[in-house]
């Protein structure tokens, strides 16, 4: 399949610091890219869908100013959580999809710990 | 009604037997069907991609749909103490740019 690249793997912050997370798609161009976080012993929790060159569209409840998401070209994708607090530690996952009916390929995910 | 049901499990399966996972959605414009699977900690990785209806082979793992039924399966045979994770069935919007996501269904194989 193909690859999808997330950095970092896992990251600590301390509270009120904003941390960015990368997803790249490293052998295909990824029209769409899909943010997830994730608790433990619980679902995907989808946070917003984004297309390259478009604003993105956030879940209902997910904060648009806290979680700023940028896709500003066909392989790469940002998540910069902004004033973090330890409420936001969690496993932050995205996903790159080409055609619009195709499958979506998931990076390896980030562990966010806010202290 | 949820747009896409699973079973959360355990599904508790011996070693060597079939592994049968089942899933429902609900809106009838969907065209593509995708199961992945989730190890704990881990991100998901994708097993199947089924878009037409009937069965789809590959190696151990067959993807089912019916579409008029509005339903997708995964059989894992042979099953291995390796294919204990969570199985997460997934269904492109028909409707705007999502993928959606069932809950999951855990899956045990018993040595």
């Known amino acids: 399949g193909a690859v999808v690249s997330q950095h970092p793997s896992w990251v600590i912050c301390k509270s009120g610091t904003s941390v960015k997370i990368e997803c790249r798609s490293l052998d295909f161009q990824a029209t769409t890219m899909f943010w997830y976080r994730q608790f433990p012993k619980q679902s995907l929790m989808l946070m917003a869908t984004s297309n390259e060159g478009s604003k993105a569209t956030y879940e209902q409840g997910v904060e648009k100013d806290k979680f700023l998401i940028n896709h500003a070209s066909l392989t790469l994708s940002t998540l910069t959580v902004t004033s973090a607090h330890p409420e936001d530690s969690s496993f932050y996952i995205c996903?790159?999809?080409?055609?619009?009916?195709?499958?979506?390929?998931f990076g390896q995910g980030t562990r966010l710990t806010v202290v | 009604q949820k747009e896409v049901e699973q079973n959360s499990g355990p599904l508790s399966v011996p070693e060597g037997a079939i592994a049968s996972l089942n899933c429902t959605y609900s809106d009838r414009v969907s065209q593509s069907f995708f199961w992945y699977r989730q190890y704990s900690g881990k991100s998901p990785e994708l097993i199947m991609s089924?878009?037409?209806?009937g069965d789809k082979e590959d190696g151990r793992f067959t993807a089912q749909l019916n579409k008029a039924s509005q339903y997708v399966s995964l059989l894992i045979r042979d099953s291995q103490p390796s294919d204990s994770a969570t199985y997460l069935c997934a269904v492109n919007s028909g409707r705007d740019d999502k993928i959606i996501f069932g809950k999951g269904t855990r899956l045990h194989i018993l040595p």
């Open positions: 996903s790159a999809r080409g055609p619009p009916d195709a499958e979506a390929f």
């Open positions: 089924i878009y037409s209806n």
